[in-house]
């Protein structure tokens, strides 16, 4: 069974939307490259120095993280799942988008969304490689979670799970809970990180909701392809907002 409002026609206009966001994200990396300073974030370590309880050793560097090279490296991965979509997986993405599901979306989201997570984390003072890794792990599951709801739901289906959705939303509340906790508890944040983590919390938090909208039913999200425009849209305003906050605050020649 082919999921509601996938046809020739909106498949057609799902071409020509990934086409020009694969213009979109890639003109946006390659101005970041271009204008962007060579300015770099510091990730650390802290290591044991004795048994438990015992004084942890002082953060210690580990490696920099040029930031305009990680701003153009989100850019560019979601350039190239769009041109994917619309060239040489395009039958793929079609046939995924008539089941009911979009494999290529959650495979570029785990790569290009985790990395908007650890810069925000980086840029909110958490710049210890093993939060940083628990930090991975826990969006990578929550993006993973997403892709097992639309999985478990195909088109046709006799009854509606939403438990890989709610499963998800809790793992990918983890990052954003030890965001948070290090803005309050700072003495002071820049006014531009602030404006990072309110404004891509909310985007964050849209992407759920627009799954949350579909799986209900709600108005056009019966249209499979309604949804799916509605993610394009998502990831090209959350990715842009994110790459020219940065730029306008710590990159901007």
């Known amino acids: 069974m082919t999921a509601e409002g996938v046809g020739e026609r909106s ?64 850019l560019a991965l979601a350039a190239l799942d769009h041109l994917l979509c619309a060239t040489a997986l395009r039958h793929t993405y079609e046939d995924d988008l008539r089941a009911g599901i979009n494999r290529l979306r959650w495979v570029e989201y785990s790569f290009s969304a985790t990395t908007m997570v650890v810069l925000i984390a980086l840029y909110t003072g958490i710049d210890g490689i093993s939060a940083l890794i628990g930090i991975v792990g826990a969006n990578v599951a929550m993006i993973l979670f997403g892709w097992l709801q639309e999985s478990a739901n195909p088109p046709g289906r006799s009854t509606l799970t939403m438990k890989p959705f709610w499963f998800g939303c809790i793992a990918g509340a983890a990052p954003w809970v030890a965001i948070a906790y290090n803005l309050v508890a700072a003495e002071e944040v820049p006014g531009f990180v ?22 209900r039913q709600v108005g056009r999200w019966r249209s499979y392809a309604f949804g799916e425009k509605a993610y394009l849209v998502l990831s090209l305003v959350a990715k842009s907002a994110l790459a020219w906050q940065i730029f306008a605050g710590s990159l901007a020649t």
């Not at 602030?194 to 799986?215: C, P, R």
């Open 194 to 215: 602030v404006g990072i983590f309110v404004s891509l919390f909310l985007f964050f938090n849209s992407f759920a909701l627009n799954q949350w909208l579909q799986y």
């Open 11 to 74: 498949l057609g206009s799902l071409r020509r939307w990934n086409t020009g966001l694969t213009v979109l994200h890639l003109g946006q990396a390659i101005a970041i490259l271009v204008l962007a300073t060579d300015f770099a974030v510091t990730v650390t370590r802290s290591l044991p120095t004795g048994p438990p309880g015992s004084k942890p050793g002082s953060p210690e560097p580990l490696f920099d993280l040029p930031v305009g090279a990680a701003v153009a490296v989100f």
